[in-house]
Nanobody, 120 residues
């Protein structure tokens, strides 16, 4: 089970940190990801972090967002800086199963989503 939190309304250029608390799985050995879905758009990959700490990012957020994890707290984070109106979306954390880490079909558990709004 995944529980995402930390969303909100922030002005352009501001920052937010999303959290995703995991339970019911061996978190320390799990790859985790963040996806987002903007209004009238498909859900898209944002970032992922492997159990080793190695991370990958979508080009649209590279250099602005940082994914991290705290295995002692069974939590994965998404630090979002220099936010833009186009970052407005519902953000979902997900647990990886197999396949490409960029594809949502490779994830088999999903949090409920947390809304991030950056007004233009």
């Amino acid at each position: 089970q995944l529980q995402a939190s930390g969303g909100g309304l922030v002005q352009a250029g501001g920052s937010l940190r999303l959290s995703c608390a995991a339970s019911g799985r061996t978190f320390s050995s799990a790859h985790m990801g963040w996806f987002r879905q903007a209004p009238r758009k498909e859900r898209e990959f944002v970032a992922a972090i492997m159990w080793s700490g190695l991370s990958i990012y979508a080009d649209s957020v590279k250099g602005r967002f940082t994914i991290s994890r705290d295995n002692a707290k069974n939590t994965v984070y998404l630090q979002m800086n220099s936010l833009k109106p186009e970052d407005t979306a519902v953000y979902y954390c997900a647990g990886f199963r197999s396949g490409s880490m960029l594809s949502e079909s490779s994830y088999d558990s999903w949090g409920q989503g947390t809304q991030v709004t950056v007004p233009s």
